[in-house]
């Protein structure tokens, strides 16, 4: 029996195909909404669908096979393929920066993302890069905001009301809970998770669990490591890390040349090189602290 195809989360009756969209191959079937608004010059890839009322403006590049929900609104953005928009999300538009005079940026979009229902991501300033950047494989749930020259890497998940402010930088595999925020230019590192209503105003180390206002590190993220399949040697390694980094009273300076952070073990190489960038300081365990909470580093 053939595997049925999941039910659209807009009307599909009434599809047209204007001639003034550009397409790159035109192979398959574009499917418009009649009360959709297209720019001319956008460019929309093969097999997408655009719903009603959506809104794709200037200097939109949607790669195949997306799916844009009804109300939505894309400009200034170049999207890859497989991306899916829901309902009233808005993509590219310009920056919540009081210098930002409309110049032209742009907001990249990787593969195979997903935005929920009233996601905003804005596009970038010359303040930074000009690029506001989202990797593959994001999740991105109702309400979530990432702001201008942000960069989210790869299978990043925002939860509910999650939020970026200015100059974010999320490495891959990293879980943002629901109603959190993170200060600008702060930096969280690959395969961290930052907890459910956390504040974030320093730079958070990868693989760690964030909580609490003004968040605070509770060990490493043992969940997150199982699934990203470290081996038990390096899970032993890297347990010897975060205690020599954060719990033996060392400095920075001292802690970065401890044997201990200086093995060939490549998960020891990306905890000991995010402590080599410093812009806000970073996120350390609660004075007191000696063994962190259950699930957290041994």
Not at 46 to 68: L, Q
Request: glycine share 12%.
């Amino acid at each position: 029996m053939a595997k049925s195809q999941p039910r659209p989360f807009f009307p599909s009756r009434l599809w047209t195909r204007p001639a003034n969209v550009k397409t790159k191959t035109g192979q398959k079937k574009i499917q418009i909404h009649p009360s959709a608004q297209v720019d001319p010059g956008a460019e929309i890839g093969d097999g997408t669908v655009i719903g009603p009322y959506a809104i794709i403006g200037e200097k939109v590049i949607i790669g195949e096979n997306c799916r844009i929900g009804s109300h939505t609104v894309i400009e200034f953005t170049e999207m890859g393929k497989d991306c899916v928009v829901f309902p009233f999300a808005s993509l590219g538009l310009p920056a919540q920066h009081t210098q930002y005079k409309g110049e032209l940026t742009k907001l990249v979009v990787g593969d195979k993302c997903t935005f929920r229902e009233g996601f905003t991501a804005h596009r970038g300033t010359l303040f930074d890069k000009g690029i506001t950047k989202i990797g593959n494989n994001g999740f991105f749930m109702a309400y979530s905001h990432i702001a201008h020259d942000c960069v989210v890497g790869n299978n990043v998940i925002m939860a509910n009301g999650a939020v970026f402010a200015g100059h974010v930088e999320v490495s891959d595999n990293c879980f943002i809970s629901a109603l959190s925020a993170t200060h600008q230019f702060t930096r969280i590192g690959k395969g961290a998770i930052i907890s459910g209503g956390a504040m974030v105003s320093q730079d958070v180390a990868p693989f760690c669990i964030a909580q609490g206002d003004r968040a605070l590190l509770r060990g490493l993220n043992m969940v997150g490591l199982k699934r990203l399949g470290i081996p038990l040697a390096s899970l032993k390694l890297l347990k010897q890390a975060y205690k020599t980094m954060f719990l033996q009273g060392l400095v920075l300076e001292e802690a970065i040349k401890h044997p201990d952070l200086n093995l060939s073990d490549p998960w020891i190489h990306t905890f000991k090189e995010f402590f080599l960038r410093k812009k806000r300081g970073f996120v350390r365990p609660a004075l007191g602290i000696i063994k962190p909470v259950d699930g957290g580093a041994e």
